[in-house]
């Protein structure tokens, strides 16, 4: 079973505007959520995380919001930049294993 | 650069050959962890180490899957008698045991297996 779902598998944002990629979880035991951008044929590079005690973490033009209950995430990108185009994954904490959603293509136009 | 490392970045093998994959993780991390990634999917956990001793090897996809850290360094991810569905990208990660970035695991740039 999924425990972490990215529900828009693509996304395309014009370039200079906010991307929102989403992310729900359904184990309420995660305490530690992580986004990852990965290019083909590379690893996931990790991004931004946030701890479930806080609601929000801001990183540079990455910001990461939590909604404990709703259990929701989202990443903002502001401004968006071409070279933001990659897959992103969210990915949730249970201990020592990640527990990853399917990913969501972004693609920033010029 | 002390990023995490693997080698071969690509393997090419026969339905049931041998495979092993060698990960190096960032020098100072003592937790190491071996994750599956399909077409569409996200990384799978396969396993992870704490320093040599393998903390958790349930969700290894079958016997024929093992892992070994035998000096708490590098480790090493073995497949024997591949089968066509093992075709996937294999990649490492690696975590320190303590600070603020405990929970995050880095990864390598993977091992793409092609079993034909």
């Known amino acids: 079973d999924q425990q972490v779902k990215q529900n828009s598998p693509s996304l395309s944002v014009q370039e200079g505007r906010i991307s929102i990629l989403n992310c729900d979880y359904t184990?309420?035991?995660?305490?530690?959520f992580l986004w990852y951008k990965k290019y083909p044929a590379e690893g996931p590079t990790f991004l931004i995380s946030?701890?479930?005690?806080?609601d929000k973490n801001e990183d540079g033009r990455f910001t990461v919001f939590l909604n404990k209950s709703a259990k929701h995430l989202s990443l903002h990108i502001v401004p968006s930049q071409p070279g933001d185009s990659a897959v992103y994954f969210c990915?949730?904490?249970?201990?020592?294993?990640?527990?990853f959603g399917k990913g969501t293509s972004l693609l920033v136009t010029p | 650069d002390t990023g995490v490392s693997q080698d071969p970045r690509h393997k090419i093998t026969k339905r049931g050959q041998n495979v092993t994959f060698r990960c190096d993780p960032i020098?100072?991390?003592?937790?190491l962890y071996w994750y599956r990634q399909t077409l569409g999917q996200g990384p799978e956990f396969l396993t992870y180490f704490q320093n040599e001793a393998q903390l958790e090897k349930s969700r290894l996809l079958s016997d024929r899957f093992s892992a070994e850290r035998p000096k708490g360094s590098f480790s090493t991810l073995e497949i024997q008698r591949t089968e066509q569905g093992d075709s996937a990208m294999y990649l490492c990660?690696?975590?320190?045991?303590?600070?603020?970035?405990?929970?995050?695991?880095?990864f390598g740039p993977g091992t793409r297996l092609l079993v034909l």
């Open positions: 020098s100072e991390h003592n937790r």
């Open positions: 990660a690696s975590s320190p045991t303590a600070g603020p970035l405990e929970k995050t695991q880095y």
């Open positions: 184990n309420s035991m995660f305490d530690y």
């Open positions: 946030i701890s479930s005690i806080k």
């Open positions: 990915a949730a904490n249970s201990g020592y294993a990640l527990n």
